[in-house]
């Protein structure tokens, strides 16, 4: 008799708490939501490039390959060994430049920007001494035929000296979680120390270079830029015409490819930056010291490649922490 009692008391407490209950549900926003929560189907994770089997040997010390949907990387070939990165290091230049710079300034070409070029044999825009051009069609001048000269004007024009533009982007790597970054011009030019040695203190790694150009193409005047073979600049009465050609070959000879920057010197080796759009996937890249100008090229080529043809699959499911 009493066990029955209970188990009145027990259900008339239920039905008590479900007259309470269900109202809260049905009428009121958080019942709505809790409903919806519970009610709503788990959503089915959009399939991904999954790595299966191995990627294709390259020439290159290190190269890192991102699946930019995902996040994912594809390949991994000593994507955290520090490496100086040559003329790609002028990512960096221009997306500081985008975003803090005031690109309608007028800049003068000084003659320290033609003897950076002539002193350390660099890549040169054919700058002229006197000109005055606007600091964004100096970004031109600086990512397609990779123009130290520009690298220089454009550092100086945006923090006064090349050393205050330099501590900027060490900064700004800081601030892009570029760990394994660091810079000591704006060009990626080789210094030489006091003892006449190559200074080790300018470099990154695949996977940071990957990182920040990630970063970089999210921006749609770089986006823009990189991917330009070529881009005319017409005389006025304050600077000469200028034409400038991309040095990145594979724009006119891989289909899909958006960018991004060659790099080349003794110390770096040939190196490129990549991105390539194929069957709704975005892909970027990273090379560092390859073994000749073209070979760089026919890497990237590869890889891309073999990471487009990934099977496309679901995720594989997140560890429950």
């Known amino acids: ?15 008590l708490l479900l007259v309470i209950i269900i109202p809260v549900l049905a009428f009121t926003p958080v019942g709505t939501s809790v409903l919806t929560i519970w009610l709503s189907p788990t959503p089915t994770p959009k399939p991904i490039l ?5 990627p294709p040997a390259i020439n290159a010390t290190a ?16 994507g955290g060994q520090r ?10 230049t221009a997306i500081l430049t985008i975003d803090k710079a005031n690109l309608k300034q ?5 003659q320290n920007a033609i003897d950076e070029v002539n002193k350390n044999q660099g890549s040169s825009a054919q700058l002229v001494v006197g000109d005055q051009i606007r600091l964004k069609d100096l970004l031109y001048a600086l990512m397609l035929p990779s123009g130290d000269d520009a690298a220089i004007a454009i550092a100086e024009a945006v923090s006064g000296t090349t050393a205050d533009f330099v501590d900027l982007m060490n900064r700004y790597a800081q601030q892009l979680h570029l760990t394994q970054t660091h810079y000591i011009n704006p060009d990626g030019l080789t210094y030489l120390t006091p003892e006449g040695k190559p200074n080790p203190a300018h470099y990154t790694t695949t996977a940071d270079l990957v990182k920040l150009t990630r970063y970089a193409l999210a ?4 986006a823009q830029i990189v991917q330009l073979q070529h881009y005319v600049l017409h005389a006025t009465t304050v600077h000469h015409a200028y034409v400038w ?3 990145n070959i594979l724009l006119s000879t891989y289909a899909g490819l958006t960018g991004v920057k060659t790099g080349y010197t003794v110390e770096a080796g040939y190196c490129l930056v990549f991105a390539a759009r194929s069957d709704d996937h975005y892909l970027i890249g990273a090379i560092l010291q390859d073994k000749d100008e073209n070979q760089r090229f026919l890497d990237a080529r590869a890889l891309l490649d073999w990471a487009f ?6 995720p594989a499911p997140t560890p429950s922490s």
């Open 83 to 92: 490496l100086p990165m040559a003329s790609t290091t002028k990512i960096m």
């Open 1 to 15: 008799m009493i066990k029955l009692r209970r188990s009145t008391i027990v259900l008339l407490a239920i039905v």
């Open 50 to 54: 999954t790595v299966r089997g191995t």
């Open 245 to 247: 050609d991309n040095t």
């Open 219 to 222: 921006n749609p005047l770089f």
């Open 106 to 110: 007028m800049v003068t070409i000084k």
């Open 309 to 314: 043809a990934l099977p496309v699959l679901p």
């Open 63 to 78: 190269a890192y390959v991102l699946d930019a949907d995902s996040g994912h990387a594809l390949v991994d070939i000593n």
